[in-house]
Nanobody
Framework: QVQLVESGGGLVQAGGSLRLSCAAS????????MGWFRQGPGKERELVAA????????YLKNSVKGRFTISRDNAKNTVYLQMNSLKPEDTAVYYC????????????WGQGAQVTVSS
C-alpha cells in the first residue's frame, strides 16, 4: 500500500516562495503519474499540477503557469511542487496524489499540507 506524506507547507507573504515535497513509502511510485491538488476555503478540490512517470509530460493549471513547477526524483520516490510569486488566492490545503495510469483515477492521497499566503 503506497503512502504519501507531504511537507514544506507554511505561512508566507505574497510574492514569496515555498517548495512542497511528497515522499512515497510502502512501494515505489516511479511508474506512477503524480499530481498536486489543492482545496481552498469554501472551494472544491482542484488539480494544480501533474507529472508523468518519467517527467516527460507535465500539466499546470493556467492560474499557476509561470509561477509553479512540478518535478520528481524517482530515485528518492519524491515529487516536488516549487511555488514562486505566491498570491493570497493560492492559500489552500495542498494534497499529493498518485495513480498507476495516465488516464486512470488518482488512487493514493496524502494527508495534506497547509499553505497560507498573507497579503
Amino acid at each position: 500500500q503506497v503512502q504519501l506524506v507531504e511537507s514544506g507547507g507554511g505561512l508566507v507573504q505574497a510574492g514569496g516562495s515555498l517548495r512542497l515535497s511528497c515522499a512515497a513509502s510502502g512501494g515505489t511510485t516511479s511508474s506512477y503519474t503524480m499530481g498536486w491538488f489543492r482545496q481552498g476555503p469554501g472551494k472544491e478540490r482542484e488539480l494544480v499540477a501533474a507529472i508523468s512517470w518519467n517527467g516527460g509530460s507535465t500539466y499546470l493549471k493556467n492560474s499557476v503557469k509561470g509561477r509553479f513547477t512540478i518535478s520528481r526524483d524517482n530515485a528518492k520516490n519524491t515529487v516536488y511542487l516549487q511555488m514562486n510569486s505566491l498570491k493570497p488566492e493560492d492559500t489552500a490545503v495542498y494534497y499529493c496524489a498518485a495513480k498507476r495510469t495516465l488516464a486512470g483515477q488518482y488512487e493514493y492521497w496524502g494527508q495534506g499540507a497547509q499553505v497560507t499566503v498573507s497579503s
